[in-house]
C-alpha cells in the first residue's frame, strides 16, 4: 500500500527473503554433510587394504591433500567470472551455476560407490565441482545476496543467522549420515543410499534456485537502502584500503589454522585410539556443525551486550585456539567432544569479518568482495595443506596432535592482526579529539 514507508515495505520483503534463502541453503547443507560422510567413509574403505595402519593413514591423507588442492585451485578463474556477473545484477547466477556442480560431482560419487570404481576416479569430483565455481562461489553469492539486502546495522546478525541455518542443516545431516551410509540392500553397495539421498537434495536445491528464487526486488531494495545510508553519518567516501588488507589477512591466518586443522582431524579420528566407524564420524561431524549454533548465541548476546565486531572476532579465535590446543591431546572419544565444546565461538569470526569488509565497499562490489576472500583462503591452503600433510605423516608415530598446535599458534597470529586493525584506529580518535582539546583551550585563552 502507498501508506506504507519505504522502511516498511523493505523490511516485509526482507522478512519473505528469509524465507527464500533459508529452504536451499538448509537442503543444501544437509546434502553436503551426507557427502563429507559418505566421501570419508568410502575412503577408509578403499584404502583399507594397506599393510599397517600408518601406510592407512599415509594414504588417506595423501588422497586428502590431493582431493583439497584440486578442490581450491580448480574454482579459481570460474568465481571470479561468476562474481563479476552477480555484481552487474544477475544475483541468482553465483548460486545457480555452482549448484551444478554439486549436482553433477556428488553423481559421479554415487556411480563410483555403485560401479565399485577405483579411488582415484573421486579426483574429478574437486574438477567439476571447481569448474562450475565450487563453494567459493556460491557461498559469496549467497553472502552477497544477504547483504545488499541488509542495512549496516543488522548485517552481522543477518549473515549469522544464515550462518546458523547452515549450522543446523549440518548438524541434522551429520547426526543421520552415519546412519544412513549403513544402510544397504541387496544389490546396492554400503553408501548408494546416502549418496543417493544427497544428489536428490542438490536436485531439488537446484531446481528451486533456478526457478522459484526470486532476488530482482530484494536488490533493488537493498541498492536503495545503501543509497539511503551514503548519505547518513557515515563517511563511505573515505574507505581505508588498510583496514581491508588486514581483515584479508586475519581471515586468511585464522582459516589457514581451520581448515589445515579440520582436513588432518578427519584422519585423526580414523586411527588408533579413537578409530571411529560411520556412526562415530557423522556424531563428529555433527558437533562441528553444533558450532553454528553457538556462535549464533554468542553474537545475539554479544551485540545486546554492544561489543564491538573486532572484539567479537577476537572472542571467536581464541575460543578455537584454546579447543584446537586441547584437541592436540585427545585419546579418547568423550575427550573429543570436550574439545569440541571448548571451540564454542569459533565461527563467529568468519561471518563477522564478512560484515566488516561489507561496510568498506560498496553493494556493487560485494559479490567481486566476498569471492576474492574465499579465493585468498584457497590459494594460502594451496601452499599449508601439503604442509600440514607432510608434519602430520613426520609425526604419526610421535605426536600426530602436533598440527593442532600449529593451527593454535595461526589463530594467535590472525588475533594480533586484528588488535593492530584496531588498535592505530583508537590511538587516532585520541591523537584527535587531544587535538581539538588543545585547539579549543587556545581559543578560550586567546
Same mark, same amino acid.
Not at 588475533?415 to 584496531?422: A, E, R
Given at each position: 500500500?502507498?501508506?506504507?514507508?519505504?522502511?516498511?515495505?523493505?523490511?516485509?520483503?526482507?522478512?519473505?527473503?528469509?524465507?527464500?534463502?533459508?529452504?536451499?541453503?538448509?537442503?543444501?547443507?544437509?546434502?553436503?554433510?551426507?557427502?563429507?560422510?559418505?566421501?570419508?567413509?568410502?575412503?577408509?574403505?578403499?584404502?583399507?587394504?594397506?599393510?599397517?595402519?600408518?601406510?592407512?593413514?599415509?594414504?588417506?591423507?595423501?588422497?586428502?591433500?590431493?582431493?583439497?588442492?584440486?578442490?581450491?585451485?580448480?574454482?579459481?578463474?570460474?568465481?571470479?567470472?561468476?562474481?563479476?556477473?552477480?555484481?552487474?545484477?544477475?544475483?541468482?547466477?553465483?548460486?545457480?551455476?555452482?549448484?551444478?556442480?554439486?549436482?553433477?560431482?556428488?553423481?559421479?560419487?554415487?556411480?563410483?560407490?555403485?560401479?565399485?570404481?577405483?579411488?582415484?576416479?573421486?579426483?574429478?569430483?574437486?574438477?567439476?565441482?571447481?569448474?562450475?565455481?565450487?563453494?567459493?562461489?556460491?557461498?559469496?553469492?549467497?553472502?552477497?545476496?544477504?547483504?545488499?539486502?541488509?542495512?549496516?546495522?543488522?548485517?552481522?546478525?543477518?549473515?549469522?543467522?544464515?550462518?546458523?541455518?547452515?549450522?543446523?542443516?549440518?548438524?541434522?545431516?551429520?547426526?543421520?549420515?552415519?546412519?544412513?551410509?549403513?544402510?544397504?540392500?541387496?544389490?546396492?553397495?554400503?553408501?548408494?543410499?546416502?549418496?543417493?539421498?544427497?544428489?536428490?537434495?542438490?536436485?531439488?536445491? *537446484? #531446481?528451486?534456485?533456478?526457478? &522459484? @528464487?526470486? /532476488?530482482?526486488? +530484494?536488490?533493488?531494495?537493498?541498492? =536503495?537502502? !545503501?543509497?539511503?545510508?551514503?548519505?547518513?553519518?557515515?563517511?563511505?567516501?573515505?574507505?581505508?584500503?588498510?583496514?581491508?588488507?588486514?581483515?584479508?589477512?586475519?581471515?586468511?591466518?585464522?582459516?589457514?589454522?581451520?581448515?589445515?586443522?579440520?582436513?588432518?582431524?578427519?584422519?585423526?579420528?580414523?586411527?588408533?585410539?579413537?578409530?571411529?566407524?560411520?556412526?562415530?564420524?557423522?556424531?563428529?561431524?555433527?558437533?562441528?556443525? *553444533? #558450532?553454528?549454533?553457538?556462535? &549464533? @548465541?554468542? /553474537?545475539?548476546? +554479544?551485540?545486546?551486550?554492544?561489543? =564491538?565486531? !573486532?572484539?567479537?572476532?577476537?572472542?571467536?579465535?581464541?575460543?578455537?585456539?584454546?579447543?584446537?590446543?586441547?584437541?592436540?591431546?585427545?585419546?579418547?572419544?568423550?575427550?573429543?567432544?570436550?574439545?569440541?565444546?571448548?571451540?564454542?565461538?569459533?565461527?563467529?569470526?568468519?561471518?563477522?569479518?564478512?560484515?566488516?569488509?561489507?561496510?568498506?565497499?560498496?553493494?556493487?562490489?560485494?559479490?567481486?568482495?566476498?569471492?576474492?576472500?574465499? #579465493?585468498?583462503?584457497?590459494?594460502?591452503?594451496? /601452499?599449508?595443506?601439503?604442509?600440514?600433510?607432510?608434519?602430520?605423516?613426520?609425526?604419526?608415530?610421535?605426536?600426530?596432535?602436533?598440527?593442532?598446535?600449529?593451527?593454535?599458534?595461526?589463530?594467535?597470529?590472525?588475533?594480533?592482526?586484528?588488535?593492530?586493525?584496531?588498535?592505530?584506529?583508537?590511538?587516532?580518535?585520541?591523537?584527535?579529539?587531544?587535538?581539538?582539546?588543545?585547539?579549543?583551550?587556545?581559543?578560550?585563552?586567546?
Amino acid at each position: 500500500p502507498e501508506s506504507l514507508s519505504f522502511c516498511e515495505v523493505s523490511t516485509r520483503i526482507k522478512e519473505g527473503f528469509v524465507c527464500f534463502y533459508c529452504f536451499y541453503v538448509f537442503c543444501a547443507q544437509v546434502a553436503s554433510s551426507f557427502f563429507d560422510t559418505a566421501l570419508q567413509m568410502v575412503v577408509k574403505e578403499r584404502c583399507a587394504n594397506a599393510t599397517d595402519r600408518d601406510s592407512e593413514q599415509k594414504a588417506i591423507t595423501n588422497f586428502n591433500m590431493t582431493f583439497n588442492m584440486v578442490l581450491k585451485f580448480m574454482p579459481i578463474v570460474p568465481a571470479i567470472l561468476l562474481a563479476k556477473v552477480g555484481d552487474r545484477g544477475y544475483r541468482k547466477v553465483p548460486i545457480v551455476v555452482p549448484l551444478v556442480g554439486y549436482f553433477l560431482s556428488r553423481g559421479l560419487l554415487l556411480l563410483d560407490i555403485v560401479l565399485e570404481w577405483p579411488v582415484q576416479v573421486l579426483y574429478a569430483v574437486p574438477v567439476i565441482h571447481g569448474l562450475c565455481g565450487g563453494f567459493a562461489s556460491y557461498w559469496a553469492g549467497v553472502m552477497a545476496l544477504v547483504s545488499v539486502c541488509s542495512g549496516e546495522e543488522e548485517r552481522s546478525v543477518r549473515i549469522m543467522r544464515t550462518e546458523l541455518v547452515y549450522g543446523v542443516a549440518g548438524f541434522i545431516g551429520s547426526l543421520a549420515s552415519g546412519h544412513l551410509f549403513n544402510l544397504y540392500t541387496v544389490g546396492l553397495q554400503q553408501g548408494a543410499i546416502l549418496s543417493s539421498l544427497c544428489v536428490l537434495l542438490y536436485f531439488l536445491c *537446484l #531446481l528451486y534456485a533456478a526457478f &522459484f @528464487l526470486r /532476488v530482482g526486488l +530484494f536488490s533493488e531494495l537493498g541498492e =536503495r537502502q !545503501e543509497r539511503r545510508e551514503s548519505v547518513g553519518i557515515i563517511n563511505h567516501e573515505a574507505r581505508d584500503k588498510i583496514n581491508i588488507a588486514l581483515l584479508f589477512g586475519s581471515g586468511i591466518l585464522y582459516d589457514i589454522a581451520v581448515a589445515g586443522g579440520m582436513e588432518m582431524l578427519v584422519a585423526y579420528v580414523l586411527k588408533d585410539p579413537l578409530n571411529w566407524g560411520a556412526t562415530e564420524v557423522g556424531y563428529g561431524n555433527a558437533a562441528g556443525s *553444533l #558450532l553454528f549454533i553457538t556462535s &549464533f @548465541l554468542g /553474537v545475539k548476546m +554479544f551485540t545486546k551486550c554492544s561489543v =564491538r565486531d !573486532e572484539s567479537m572476532v577476537m572472542i571467536g579465535m581464541v575460543s578455537f585456539a584454546a579447543g584446537i590446543y586441547f584437541m592436540a591431546f585427545v585419546t579418547t572419544t568423550p575427550m573429543y567432544f570436550l574439545a569440541r565444546s571448548i571451540t564454542l565461538f569459533a565461527l563467529i569470526p568468519m561471518p563477522t569479518i564478512r560484515s566488516l569488509l561489507s561496510k568498506q565497499v560498496r553493494g556493487t562490489s560485494y559479490g567481486i568482495t566476498f569471492v576474492m576472500l574465499q #579465493l585468498s583462503f584457497k590459494l594460502a591452503s594451496l /601452499v599449508t595443506t601439503p604442509i600440514y600433510t607432510e608434519i602430520y605423516q613426520a609425526t604419526l608415530n610421535t605426536f600426530p596432535g602436533f598440527v593442532f598446535i600449529l593451527s593454535s599458534i595461526f589463530t594467535f597470529l590472525g588475533i594480533l592482526v586484528i588488535i593492530y586493525n584496531t588498535f592505530p584506529f583508537v590511538v587516532n580518535i585520541d591523537c584527535i579529539s587531544k587535538h581539538e582539546l588543545t585547539l579549543e583551550h587556545s581559543s578560550k585563552v586567546y
